[in-house]
């Protein structure tokens, strides 16, 4: 793939993008059954780091300079250990699928506020009111779902926090666009994303993993759905400055996030969670739709 020219499948990305990284919660939900959240973080570098290695022995595709390393580190830290480091632990104290899925429709809005901030301005109200609306449509479905013990609750703010670091990631790396073979980009991230988590779930966790059929069906998902191809196509986007593109059905995120976790390991969300998944998605909406202003306009170019 160039680093210059838009690939021509670039009007599908958000539609795979919205289903690939939808089936993650409930596919980790599933997974983390037969072993623990810094495990299973481990294991899913791993892995894509051996699915990926043939192909760099085979290209020999030319390294980066040191900056551009740099760069992939930092957006490395926010969106691969930072944001999954949180749904896994999330998802193992408890909270459900659709809870943290529901954090994630409001990244639109985050993204919006950090880019504003990164550039200095203060973002205008109707992002912050944006933001209160997401939030207190996860507080109903929290509520709802009766998920009051002190692990789902820590997971629920657990949720929040991992879409905050994906939010910093996807920003950094739009910003900086470190100049880099495609596939160079995963294979530095997902090295340095395993160096970091491995001894940190031996030292923590041990080995703790289980190899059950549906284990090792969840780990294959998350290895080649989430982290090659989920995260393939949304660094593409960001490349390409088309997130906006998947921002305007991210709020699509939480109902099918809830349905494939439904299927997956019966994870029911109630009929009346639906309206504070529907509270949040408005929330999404006025960012989104809502007159921009200038210096808006200038932090997202």
Request: net charge positive; with cysteine.
């Amino acid at each position: 793939m160039s680093l210059e020219t838009e690939p021509r499948w670039m009007p599908l990305a958000p539609w795979i993008f919205l289903l690939t990284w939808s089936a993650g919660y409930g596919v980790g939900k599933l997974a983390l059954q037969s072993t623990g959240p810094l495990n299973l973080l481990a294991l899913r570098f791993v892995g894509a780091t051996l699915v990926l290695l043939p192909f760099v022995l085979w290209f020999r595709p030319k390294w980066p300079a040191w900056d551009a390393i740099r760069d992939l580190l930092v957006v490395a830290t926010f969106l691969q250990l930072g944001h999954f480091v949180c749904v896994y632990m999330g998802l193992s104290l408890g909270a459900s699928a659709g809870v943290i899925a529901l954090f994630t429709a409001s990244q639109p809005v985050l993204i919006a506020a950090v880019s504003l901030m990164v550039t200095r301005h203060v973002p205008p109200p109707r992002i912050w009111i944006g933001l209160l609306i997401g939030l207190a449509g996860a507080a109903w479905v929290i509520y709802v779902k009766g998920e009051f013990t002190d692990g789902a609750i820590l997971g629920a703010f657990l949720g929040f926090f991992a879409v905050v670091s994906l939010s910093i990631g996807q920003v950094y790396e739009k910003r900086k666009r470190p100049k880099c073979h495609p596939l160079l980009v995963y294979v530095i991230q997902y090295i340095y994303a395993g160096l970091v988590s491995v001894p940190l779930a031996l030292s923590i966790e041990g080995y703790i993993t289980e190899w059950t059929p549906s284990m090792i069906g969840a780990l294959t998902y998350l290895v080649l759905g989430n982290s090659l191809l989920g995260i393939f196509v949304m660094l593409t986007m960001v490349r390409f400055g088309a997130m906006s593109r998947v921002t305007s059905i991210m709020f699509l995120v939480p109902g099918l996030a809830a349905v494939i976790a439904w299927w997956l390991v019966d994870e029911i969300m109630p009929m009346l969670a639906w309206p504070g998944i529907a509270l949040a998605a408005a929330g999404v909406l006025l960012v989104l739709y809502a007159p921009v202003t200038d210096t808006e306009k200038q932090a997202s170019a």
